[in-house]
């Protein structure tokens, strides 16, 4: 299970880096012609999200219960942030951190 967690954060956050930087970059571009800044700051939260994301897949073997608490806070606070687009990237996050979580208890 520990093994399903590392892919699945990695994935998620790595998904969820990919939308946090679409989203920054449009959020410039709508602020540049609208001065309307906060999709530009959904961007930047949803990047730190993901990469607190990715870090919690990377730790999913060495510290399972710290790692699983990383990537259900990413996935969930994604979900407050970006709705529906954060669905792929807060589904693998939400299922590694609960693997990873789990994961723990299976090796005692």
Known sequence: MRTAALILGIVGGLIGLTLGLLAGLAGFFVSLITG????ELRGIILIILS??????GITA???????GILML??????????FIFWTFAGIFLLMGGIL????NKEKR
């Open 36 to 39: 309307f800044e906060i999709l």
């Open 51 to 56: 990469v607190l994301g990715l870090a919690g």
């Open 61 to 67: 073997r060495a510290k399972p219960v710290f790692a």
């Open 73 to 82: 806070a990413s996935g969930i606070g994604g979900f407050f942030i970006l």
């Open 100 to 103: 990873a979580i789990a994961g």
